[in-house]
T-cell receptor, first 111, second 114 residues
Framework: GESVGLHLPTLSVQEGDNSIINCAYS??????FIWYKQESGKGPQFIID?????DKRQGQRVTVLLNKTVKHLSLQIAATQPGDSAVYFC??????????FGEGTQLTVNP | DAGVIQSPRHEVTEMGQEVTLRCKPI?????LFWYRQTMMRGLELLIY????????DSGMPEDRFSAKMPNASFSTLKIQPSEPRDSAVYFC????????????FGDGTRLSIL
């Protein structure tokens, strides 16, 4: 039957563990990718981005990996904290300034 | 620095009423985006502007929706007449015109049409 709504993939981790959130993107011509974090009642917050001429980029506690061969993007969060609990979205630049967002992954960090 | 500012944060109104959502982008950003987020469809781009000019409005659902950007520091999204299916969270985002720069989002307007 028809789904009532989006069924977000979920990831549950223990505090202090590393988290890996995955994303498959659709357009092989996309040249720019972004990860956003969205907490309840707030707008998506920029975390980290990567251009297609790179395959890895690191930030503070976060790393983004890009595999263009299989059109796959991942976000790694080191030493996950309760404050990291949120929905995480990947986004790809499909044309001009237009971003296409993935469905999101709900990350829950257990104390 | 102030981020993207949206108002109101919440709006509850009866169907048939006109609804106006407002957005102030980050100073210096010349691209502005309106999105809608629902449980059914996720985050959808409605329209975006570069230098106050609408570039892509293919995501605007119907003629009941309109958006304007009279100057670089202000945009509105209007729904007239509103319908219950318009209930959603509406986000505004801004960025520099460089397509390889992130969009920065406001905290949205939660719209409920009764």
């Amino acid at each position: 039957g028809e789904s009532v709504g989006l069924h977000l993939p979920t990831l549950s981790v223990q505090e202090g563990d590393n988290s890996i959130i995955n994303c498959a993107y659709s357009n092989s011509a996309s040249d720019y990718f972004i990860w956003y974090k969205q907490e309840s009642g707030k707008g998506p917050q920029f975390i980290i981005d990567i251009r297609s001429n790179m395959d890895k980029r690191q930030g503070q506690r976060v790393t983004v990996l890009l595999n263009k061969t299989v059109k796959h993007l991942s976000l790694q969060i080191a030493a996950t904290q309760p404050g990291d609990s949120a929905v995480y979205f990947c986004a790809e630049n499909t044309s001009g300034s237009r971003l296409t967002f993935g469905e999101g992954t709900q990350l829950t960090v257990n104390p | 620095d102030a981020g993207v500012i949206q108002s109101p944060r919440h709006e509850v109104t009866e169907m048939g009423q006109e609804v106006t959502l407002r957005c102030k982008p980050i100073s210096g950003h010349n691209s502005l985006f309106w999105y809608r987020q629902t449980m059914m469809r996720g985050l959808e781009l409605l329209i975006y502007f570069n230098n106050n000019v609408p570039i892509d409005d293919s995501g605007m659902p119907e003629d009941r929706f309109s958006a304007k950007m009279p100057n670089a520091s202000f945009s509105t999204l209007k729904i007239q007449p509103s319908e219950p299916r318009d209930s959603a969270v509406y986000f505004c985002a801004s960025s520099t015109a460089d397509s390889n720069q992130p969009q920065h989002f406001g905290d949205g307007t939660r719209l409920s049409i009764l």
